[in-house]
């Protein structure tokens, strides 16, 4: 199983807003910072905003911020909210799979039970967590290393 590099952007994201304590981040500093294109960015901020993660301030002075803390956000969340497609084989689509053992099969029930094995144990990590690392993140990034914000 392999996560889209949507969803691996969107993480990315999270966490490089979350380093930020609360102050407004702009898409182009997240865009250099990573080696991602603008433009792919600007989508996943987007998205990100509509699912209510982020806040958006538009302007001269604009930029984006977390919503939530970094507490309330769970990786197992954002995984679903961003990847299009978890069923890992043709037999989940039960109406339009073509597999002649379907009927018989077990590997559906085996595969399912992984898959929510796999977004459980990505429901007990939060944002926080990911971000806790801080000073050593913040410096890989280019960014001021300075104190958490409770919550952030």
Do not use: W
Request: with cysteine; proline share 3%.
């Amino acid at each position: 199983m392999r996560l889209t590099t949507y969803t691996d952007y969107a993480l990315r994201v999270l966490m490089h807003v979350a380093l930020q304590n609360g102050e407004l981040v702009r898409i182009s500093e997240i865009a250099a910072n990573f080696g991602i294109s603008h433009n792919h960015l600007t989508k996943v901020v987007h998205n990100l905003a509509v699912q209510g993660y982020l806040s958006t301030v538009q302007g001269r002075n604009g930029g984006i911020r977390l919503a939530r803390t970094a507490e309330e956000i769970t990786v197992g969340q954002v995984v679903r909210g961003f990847e299009p497609d978890l069923r890992l084989a043709e037999c989940f689509e039960l109406k339009t799979s073509r597999c002649r053992i379907q009927p018989a099969c077990l590997l559906r029930g085996v595969l399912g039970d992984a898959v929510a094995a796999f977004l459980h144990q990505l429901d007990q990590v939060t944002l926080l967590e990911l971000v806790r690392p801080r000073r050593n993140l913040q410096s890989l990034l280019g960014l001021p290393t300075v104190r958490p914000v409770a919550g952030l």
